[in-house]
């Protein structure tokens, strides 16, 4: 599986952006398709997660209400929606796959990962 993450940028507090996630080189049945972020000097963090079959989704309670991950089929892309920013917000986000029917939320699950976008939120 290959990942391909854009849509990072800068935005004002209380903004907001999209991320995509363009996967590419299997069929997806059975795979599970999440959003993690790692700021500076920070370990790497879940943020949302959908299973590609049934859309399934979980959220970190740092983002729930806020970020929406859905994902469309057709195009093999997954996106994070982002409103509200927050300054705490700001980081590098990695879109990831891992084999499952449920959402996964540990890194260890995910066994493929995309190059990361940096998300910027200015106060």
């Known amino acids: 599986v290959q990942l391909q993450a854009s849509g990072g940028g800068l935005v004002q507090a209380g903004g907001s952006l999209r991320l995509s996630c363009v996967a590419s080189g299997r069929t997806f049945s059975g795979i599970n398709m999440g959003w993690f972020r790692q700021a500076p000097g920070k370990e790497r963090e879940f943020v949302a997660a959908?299973?590609?079959?049934?859309?399934?989704?979980v959220y970190a309670d740092s983002v729930k209400g806020r970020f929406t991950i859905s994902r469309d089929n057709a195009k093999t892309t997954v996106y994070l929606q982002m409103n509200n920013l927050k300054p705490e917000d700001t980081a590098v986000y990695y879109c990831?796959?891992?084999?499952?029917?449920?959402?996964?939320?540990?890194?260890?699950?995910?066994?493929?990962w995309g190059q990361g976008t940096q998300v910027t939120v200015s106060s």
């Open positions: 990831a796959a891992a084999f499952g029917i449920r959402p996964r939320t540990t890194l260890d699950e995910y066994s493929y």
């Open positions: 959908i299973t590609w079959s049934v859309g399934t989704t």
